[in-house]
């Protein structure tokens, strides 16, 4: 069992930088690819960005991909979302989840139904 608390959320006018953390308890952290989520409202839940075990791999959705970085400190049992050059569209709740999938695959670990354990989520709001 994993949980999973992410913070860092806010409100943030359009150009500006956030940094969501997503800490998991449980001592096996480096065992889950990691990834990131979000859900703006009247949309569904759409894949963010994802992180191997080791950190070695990493993937984004083309809308995020130059603009925001996953990074994972296993010895910290966090992971990380860096985002840059927010955009009023960036506007949703982000959640962070846990895999215990193996075998590392874009299409594998974009899925929401490739994660096992999610956080509550946290409120990034991007002002015009």
């Known amino acids: 069992q994993v949980q999973l608390v992410e913070s860092g959320g806010g409100l943030v006018q359009a150009g500006g930088s956030l940094r969501l953390s997503c800490a998991a308890s449980?001592?096996?952290?480096?065992?889950?690819?990691m990834g990131w989520f979000r859900q703006a409202p009247g949309k569904e839940r759409e894949f963010i960005a994802a992180?191997?075990?080791?950190?070695?791999?990493?993937y984004y959705t083309d809308s995020v991909k130059g603009r925001f970085t996953i990074s994972r400190d296993n010895a910290k049992n966090t992971v990380y979302l860096q985002m840059n050059s927010l955009k009023p569209e960036d506007t949703a709740v982000y959640y962070c989840?846990?895999?215990?999938?193996?075998?590392?695959?874009?299409?594998?670990?974009?899925?929401?139904?490739?994660?096992?354990?999610w956080g509550q989520g946290t409120q990034v709001t991007v002002s015009s």
């Open positions: 989840a846990a895999s215990r999938g193996r075998g590392w695959s874009h299409n594998l670990f974009s899925s929401s139904n490739t994660y096992d354990y």
């Open positions: 449980g001592r096996t952290f480096s065992s889950y690819a």
């Open positions: 992180i191997s075990w080791g950190g070695s791999s990493t």
